[in-house]
Every structure is written in structure tokens, then in C-alpha cells.
């Protein structure tokens, strides 16, 4: 399955939130929607989403045009939005079997496909318990199993681990893995860790226009030579740790001998620094700053 974007625009106004995206998406690939606040990703995936109309251009599913005719995504989405609707007096097993009839699902299928995403995602104790006494992220949980009912076969999640603890953004990551194998998933973040160890191709998006397309390890190659290394004694006599917020490109880990810093630059800051392999979040920062021109 191809989803396509060409030359798309969205204006509110004057202002222009991103103009002639174009990017080619494929079945088969988790693809990380990467960029930092207000870049323009919740407003793009509400365009793909069909919840929005765009200025110009088209977005085409295995060749229809989904603008002029939506339901052609409907039919085929799950859809995690930031904030996942819920009703507070519904139990988590009576919210998703709405949601199940919502999306056309027969009573056998859909009580399997309940049970086994409430297995799936830890909430089977949870099931007859309401939706209004569950913590975030337990409703975050909620509204995954409901983005996967009914096998969707296109997937987009805006922000998908927003208020899930360490374990249980691990098992989102190995769910939206899995489903990645035959299925196109896309998954919006600013955090780059989300999909650093899933992603197969990336989008960089920042004020509106894509900044990189492609894999993860070919961004990670382009950045090699701009990550330098070095460490500051905690006895030295001149004991002064760089400023991150003037600064942003430095990252900084305490070791019990000193500080160890890395830096985002085109050329070293301290004689003793050394070049290093660049992270995927290394080279995401050093593009976003504009440090690394690709």
C-alpha cells in the first residue's frame, strides 16, 4: 500500500503552516515523524487523518485521492490522536466495543479483538473498571487497543507515548514493530528515542518543510564528523561546565572522575576533543540547529 503526498500546502490566512510537502510512504516500513514543537506534524497528520482539508496539493492512497474522497482512509485507518477521546462513564471494555461498532465490526470478531488488545496492552484486570478513574497513561493504553481494532492497514499515531512509563513504552514500540512488517505505521514525535530503535525511515520536518527523507542510518552517516567528545576533570583548577541553554547542541553526563560532554559542531571546541560516532538524536539536533547541512 503507497501513501503519497504531493505538493502540499496549509494556510491559516497569511500564515503558512508548511507549503509543497512531497513524500513517497510504503506498506511495510514504521516511519518516524520527526521535528521539534509547532514544526507542523499534528497539522499535517490531521490533513492524512482526513480531519483536515488542505490548502493545496493531494494525498493520494494506492492512487485515490483521499481529499476528495475520504472515506477511501477512513475505511483503512487507525488513528491515536495526542489527546484520546474517551467517555468517562464507560468502562475500558465498553469504550472499545463503541469504538468496535463504530468501525463496522461484527459482535464474534469484536470481542475477540477486545480481549486480546486488553491482554496485549496490560489492562485485562482493568477491562470493567471506568475510563474516569484510569491514570493518563492506562487511557493512553486505551486508545492504542482502540487504534488497533479492526486490523487497520494504515496506522498514524501523533505522540503516542505521552504519559506511559518506561515499560509500557516498550511494549508500544514492539507493537507498532510487529505491526510494521505488513503494515504502513506513522509514528509523530519530538522524542527521538521513540523510534530510534524501529524506525526504517524518517521524516525531519521543521517550519513546514522536510528537512531529511530517508533511513535512520543513512541521517546517522551524514552527520559523522560533527560529534566531538571530551571530558572535564572535576579537579581541575579551571572547573567550568559549558552552558546548555546558550549553548543546545551539548549533551552532559556526570562521571565519577568529571563531566563528560558532547558536542554538535563542525569543528572541535577543546584541544583534547576527539570525533565520535553521532546517535540518531545527535544527528536530529545537529539538523534541526542547523549544524549539519544535509
Do not use: C
Not at 488488545?117 to 496490560?122: D, N, S, W
Not at 497513561?137 to 486505551?142: E, F, T
Not at 514525535?189 to 525511515?201: L, N, R
Amino acid at each position: 500500500m503507497d501513501l503519497l503526498i504531493r505538493n502540499l500546502s496549509m494556510e491559516y490566512g497569511k500564515t503558512a503552516i508548511f507549503s509543497n510537502l512531497n513524500a513517497d510512504l510504503q506498506s511495510g516500513n514504521l516511519i518516524g515523524l520527526l521535528g521539534p514543537n509547532g514544526a507542523g506534524k499534528t497539522t499535517l497528520i490531521r490533513i492524512l487523518t482526513t480531519l483536515l482539508k488542505p490548502t493545496h496539493g493531494k494525498v493520494m492512497v494506492d492512487g485515490k485521492d483521499i481529499i476528495s474522497k475520504p472515506q477511501v482512509m477512513r475505511s483503512i485507518l487507525g488513528y491515536l490522536p495526542q489527546q484520546v477521546p474517551y467517555f468517562p462513564n464507560l468502562t475500558a471494555r465498553e469504550y472499545l466495543n463503541y469504538i468496535a461498532d463504530m468501525k463496522g465490526m461484527n459482535i464474534k470478531e469484536t470481542k475477540h479483538q477486545v480481549e486480546t488488545l486488553l491482554e496485549k496492552l496490560h489492562l485485562a484486570n482493568t477491562g470493567s473498571k471506568y475510563v474516569k478513574n484510569f491514570s493518563g497513561g492506562m487511557r493512553q493504553r486505551v486508545g492504542i487497543a482502540a487504534m488497533l481494532l479492526n486490523d487497520p492497514k494504515i496506522i498514524i499515531a501523533d505522540e503516542p507515548s505521552t504519559g506511559l512509563d518506561p515499560e509500557e513504552r516498550a511494549i508500544l514500540r514492539n507493537i507498532l514493530s510487529e505491526l510494521a512488517r505488513d503494515h504502513l505505521v506513522l509514528l509523530s514525535t519530538h522524542i527521538v528515542s521513540d523510534v530510534e530503535a524501529i524506525a526504517s525511515q524518517v521524516l525531519l520536518i521543521k517550519e513546514g518543510n522536510f528537512l531529511y527523507q530517508g533511513t535512520p542510518e543513512n541521517l546517522v552517516e551524514k552527520s559523522t564528523g560533527y560529534v566531538w567528545e571530551y571530558s572535564i576533570d572535576k579537579n581541575a583548577k579551571s572547573f567550568e561546565v559549558p552552558n546548555q541553554f546558550e549553548k543546545p547542541t551539548i549533551s552532559l553526563t556526570q562521571k565519577s572522575d568529571g563531566v563528560q560532554i558532547r558536542e554538535i559542531s563542525d569543528k572541535p571546541q577543546q584541544l583534547n576533543a576527539k570525533q565520535v560516532s553521532p546517535t540518531l538524536e545527535e544527528a536530529y539536533l545537529g539538523v534541526i540547529k542547523g549544524v549539519i547541512t544535509l
